[in-house]
C-alpha cells in the first residue's frame, strides 16, 4: 500500500478491494485482523485500529479489518453506528465474513492472521486458517495455541486489562506518534486533515474502552493500561478543534423498509430525547460512555434467535461443546417484554415509557408476564443449541434493576454428557460464583441423572463475567469427559 497516509474511509475502502480482487490479481499473502465471534465493540474496533496502524507501519503492507459476523448481524449492534458516524464511517463500509472468498477462491498458504481479543480461532475460520495464525494481542487467558517463538515483527501481547483496545492502542503508540509528527503528513489521501483523522481513529479506539471498564470506574476492570490508552486518544481527540461528541447524530441509520425501519426512527426519536447531551464544542467523556451504553442495552424488536446471537461465543472441548450468550437485560425483562409477542411499536413503546427492568420485582419479572415468554424463550433456546450444535447452552445477563448491577446464569445440559457437565461446573464452581435459585426453579427443569438438566441462578459474585464463567465452563467439560 502506497505510504501516503489513508483516512479510515479510503483504507477501508482499499483493504476491500485487496480482498475481493480477482485470484490472478490479488497480492498474496493477504494479511488479515480479525477480532473475536461475539464481535463486540472491543473486538470490531480493535480489529479496525490495529490493521489501520499495521498498514502505516513499515514495511506498509496491506493489513484487512475482518469483523468477525456475517454482514446481516451488523444490524444488531447500534452501538457500532454510533462508532462509526461521528467517525465518518458506515457499518456498510467494514469488511465481514460475508465479504471473505470462500475455499474455491483464496487458499490457506495465501493468508496470514492476526487476532486481537482472542488468542484461538474458533469456528469455520479454525477449520481453514488456524495453520497461518502469525500473532495475537490479547487480554483474555493465554490458551498455549499461538507459538512463542514468532518473526519479529509479529505481536504476542497477553495482559490482564479492561480492554483489548487498550493494549492495541500501547503496541501501535510510536506509530500514531510518528504519523502525527510526519512533515507529509498534514492531510491523508483524500484531503481529511490528519488532526481530523486522528480524532475519528480516537473516536473508535474510546467506545470499547469506556464500554468495558464503565466509564474506568470499575474497581475490577479498569487498570493502568486502560487509563494510559483512554488518555491518549482523548488527547488525540482534543487536539482536533471541532472535537465535540455529536450526540444528536448517535443513532444507526434505518436498516431496511416497514416494521423495522419504522422501529428503529421510533427509538432514534426517543434516544435523541432522553440520551445525555454534550456541551456544544466539547468532547464529554461521560455523555459519550452514556450514549453508548444506551444504544448497547437496546434489543426491543428482536427474536430471541437475535438476542441469543448477539453476543455469542462458542467453545469444543474434545467432542463436547458449549455456546455462552450475553443478554443486556435481564431474564424478567427478555421473557416479559420479548415474549409477548406485541411488535415493534409496543416495543418502541416500552423504550418511549422508560419501562424495563426497573419494573416488577428485582429481576425485572413483573408478576405473572413472564410466563407467556418462558415456553417461546425455551423453544428458541434448543432450537439455537441445535443450530450451534450444544451439548451446553449457556445464558448470561447483565442488567441493572434499580441501579444495582446484577448477573444471571442459565445453563442448560442438552443431553447425557451435557448434564454430566452441568454436575461438575456446579459441585466446582457454584459457590465460587454465588449462584442462587432465580424466580424459585421458575426456568428449570430435569437434573443429575436425568436426560437433561437446566437451572437457572441469580449470580451473587458479580464480578465474574464470560469472561471468567466460560473457563470455568470449559474446565467442567475437561472433568465430566474423564467420567
Known amino acids: 500500500m502506497a505510504t501516503r497516509r489513508a483516512s479510515l474511509k479510503s483504507f477501508l475502502a482499499a483493504a476491500k478491494k485487496a480482498l475481493v480482487a480477482a485470484p490472478a490479481q490479488r497480492q498474496t499473502p493477504l494479511h488479515f485482523v480479525i477480532g473475536n465471534e461475539s464481535a463486540d465493540l472491543d473486538s470490531l474496533c480493535s480489529a479496525l485500529v490495529y490493521a489501520y496502524f499495521r498498514t502505516h507501519t513499515p514495511p506498509h503492507t496491506l493489513h484487512i479489518p475482518l469483523s468477525n459476523l456475517p454482514r446481516a448481524d451488523l444490524t444488531l449492534r447500534p452501538e457500532l453506528s454510533a462508532v462509526l458516524t461521528p467517525a465518518g464511517l458506515r457499518p456498510d463500509d467494514l469488511i465481514t465474513l460475508t465479504d471473505l472468498p470462500g475455499e474455491d477462491a483464496l487458499s490457506p498458504q495465501d493468508t496470514r492472521w492476526l487476532l486481537v481479543d482472542h488468542n484461538v480461532l474458533t469456528g469455520d475460520l479454525a477449520a481453514r486458517f488456524s495453520s497461518q495464525v502469525v500473532g495475537c494481542i490479547d487480554h483474555h487467558e493465554d490458551e498455549g495455541v499461538i507459538p512463542h517463538a514468532l518473526p519479529a515483527d509479529q505481536p504476542r501481547i497477553f495482559a490482564k486489562c479492561g480492554s483489548c483496545m487498550s493494549l492495541v492502542l500501547d503496541k501501535c ?76 447524530t448517535m443513532t444507526a441509520p434505518p436498516a431496511g423498509g416497514g416494521a423495522a425501519q419504522q422501529q428503529q426512527q421510533q427509538q432514534q426519536q426517543h434516544q435523541q430525547q432522553h440520551q445525555p447531551q454534550a456541551e456544544p464544542g466539547s468532547y464529554d467523556r461521560a455523555a459519550y460512555y452514556a450514549a453508548l451504553t444506551h444504544l448497547k442495552e437496546q434489543i426491543q424488536g428482536l427474536t430471541y434467535r437475535d438476542v441469543l446471537r448477539k453476543d455469542y461465543k462458542r467453545w469444543g472441548e474434545g467432542r463436547l461443546a458449549v455456546g455462552v450468550s450475553t443478554v443486556v437485560q435481564g431474564l424478567g425483562y427478555v421473557l416479559r417484554e420479548l415474549g409477548s409477542g406485541t411488535g ?30 418462558k415456553a417461546a424463550f425455551l423453544d428458541a433456546l434448543r432450537a439455537w443449541a441445535a443450530e450451534q450444535r450444544l451439548d451446553v447452552a449457556v445464558v448470561m445477563t447483565v442488567s441493572r434493576p434499580g441501579g444495582v448491577f446484577t448477573r444471571e446464569l442459565l445453563v442448560w445440559g442438552l443431553n447425557g454428557e451435557g448434564v454430566k457437565v452441568m454436575g461438575e461446573f456446579v459441585r466446582r464452581y457454584g ?13 428449570d427443569g430435569g437434573g443429575e441423572g436425568q436426560a437433561e438438566w437446566r437451572a437457572c441462578w441469580r449470580q451473587r459474585r458479580i464480578e465474574h463475567s464470560r469472561k471468567q464463567v466460560a473457563p470455568m465452563l470449559r474446565e467442567a467439560m475437561r472433568q465430566a469427559s474423564k467420567l
Open 173 to 248: 503508540r510510536a506509530t500514531w506518534d510518528a504519523l502525527a509528527a510526519s512533515a507529509t503528513a498534514s492531510a491523508c489521501d483524500d484531503g481529511t486533515p490528519a488532526a481530523a483523522c486522528d480524532a475519528a481513529l480516537a473516536r473508535v479506539a474510546l467506545a470499547p474502552i469506556l464500554i468495558d471498564t464503565t466509564n474506568l470506574t470499575s474497581k475490577d476492570k479498569t487498570t493502568d493500561w486502560d487509563v494510559r490508552a483512554a488518555q491518549l486518544a482523548e488527547a488525540k481527540l482534543l487536539a482536533w478543534p471541532p472535537a465535540a461528541v455529536s450526540l444528536a
Open 344 to 373: 415493534p411499536a409496543a416495543a418502541a413503546g416500552a423504550v418511549a415509557t422508560g419501562q424495563g427492568d426497573g419494573g416488577g420485582n428485582e429481576d425485572g419479572m413483573g408478576r405473572g408476564e413472564g410466563s407467556r415468554g
Open 431 to 443: 459457590d465460587a460464583l454465588g449462584l442462587e435459585t432465580w424466580e424459585g426453579g421458575e426456568l
